[in-house]
């Protein structure tokens, strides 16, 4: 599958030093795990590699349980977090806590499904060897170890760095290969260049080879707080915020109850919507606006609406879909008021059948702005937005949020049946 041939800057050369990277993972997987802890960290590692060949060469366990044992040693290998700030140095101190351990996970779960997919772990390889070539120690909490690795047809030199954790346990801290450090080239470019042209949350869907974007799911907001990382427009700064975080059997959700205050809320967050063109999204509607009709100025209120933003023209004005639960329109019906930034309104819900239950809709957000705007949408989403309202009709506009998605794959069009008339 990979080559470890080649000294340019092709692909040849690239998947050499990935494979430096991930037998140096695979050399040193679990210093700690069902191995004694030593003052030599060189010894850990031989220990672990023989382990480690243990059980890939163990034919009783399935891929399952092999991948189960890959995670819980790559767990004790590495120092996780010291390897996640070098693979997102410019976008750590800005990534939310919550987020970087899903940055973390996914890191996780990519470095395991490279080592299973390592063409040097194939079974024409064996035995493999491995060889402590050099080692120098940095003060006592700290050693650079330079290996051979030896299979039947392959040699590859490699440097781990170690460094001691506050339990006193070695852990890998990175590993290198001639002058290029393999964890900055690998996963490095990678992740900044994605996490820079979109976001953090669409790394993380793509590191961890998920078929969704998780744009919102209010786990990492505090109960009877607002979600972290949602603004407002600044005429609503002195305005009563209408959300807060709620939890039911542990899952965390947007309550929404406005009584007036009628406050957007948003969130930046940028994916690729050719790529993962259908929204997901759940939401839980308790009570409606009364007479709530949004053709019309006065009677502009829904219990729940979600938006899509896909571009701002100019970079100020922005088009955007949004997704609402009507008081008294059909499901189906899209409108879109005059006047400048409005956006595109497709009513999801409607009515008083399913108040209190929880309702989940799939919509082809990239088909929704053909059949609204009309044309191509932009390659890229620039973010989201939620918004309760009653305060044209003067009543109450109590709903729910959670689970908000980008798909990949759903069957499920842009929800977009008739287009009526609006003021």
Known sequence: MFSIKGNGCGKG?????????????????????????????????????????AVAKNKTLSEEKKKEQFA???????????????????????????????????LKTSIIREIQTSGFMAPEEQPLHLTLVGKKLVGEDNANLDFRLEGRSKKMN??????????GQWKITNVK??????????????????????SVPYLIAELSGQDYVVLEDFEGGEPGKLPPGWKWKKKDDKKHKPYHIAVEDHNHYLAARDEGESVIIGKDIKWNIKKYRYISFRWRIHKIPKGGDERYGKTVDSAAGIYIVYKKKLGLIPES????????????????????????????????DHLGEWQTFVFDAYQAYKDTFGGEPPDTAIGIGILSDANSTHSKAYADYDDIRALKHANADSGVKQKLEAE
């Not at 410019?90 to 996914?106: C, D, E, V």
């Not at 997704?323 to 930034?341: D, E, I, Q």
């Open 177 to 198: 290969l001639g002058r290029k450090t393999t964890l900055a080239l690998h996963y490095y470019k990678f992740c900044e260049k994605l996490a820079s042209k979109y």
């Open 72 to 106: 819980k040693l790559l767990d004790r290998a590495l120092d996780m977090n010291r390897v996640a700030k070098q693979a997102l140095p410019k976008h750590w101190n800005k990534t939310l806590p919550y987020l970087r351990q899903r940055f973390i996970r996914a």
């Open 13 to 53: 050369h690239f998947h050499s030093r990935l494979i430096v990277f991930l037998m140096a993972m695979v050399s040193g997987i679990a210093l700690s795990y069902s191995v004694p802890q030593t003052s030599a960290p060189e010894q850990d590692i031989e220990q672990v590699f023989r382990q480690w060949l």
């Open 321 to 352: 879909v949004k997704y609402v639960h009507s008081s008294t329109l059909p499901v189906g019906s899209a409108m879109r008021r005059s006047g400048v930034g409005r956006p595109w309104m497709v009513v999801a819900s409607s009515g008083t």
């Open 158 to 167: 490699l440097r781990v760095f170690v460094a001691r954790n506050e339990s």
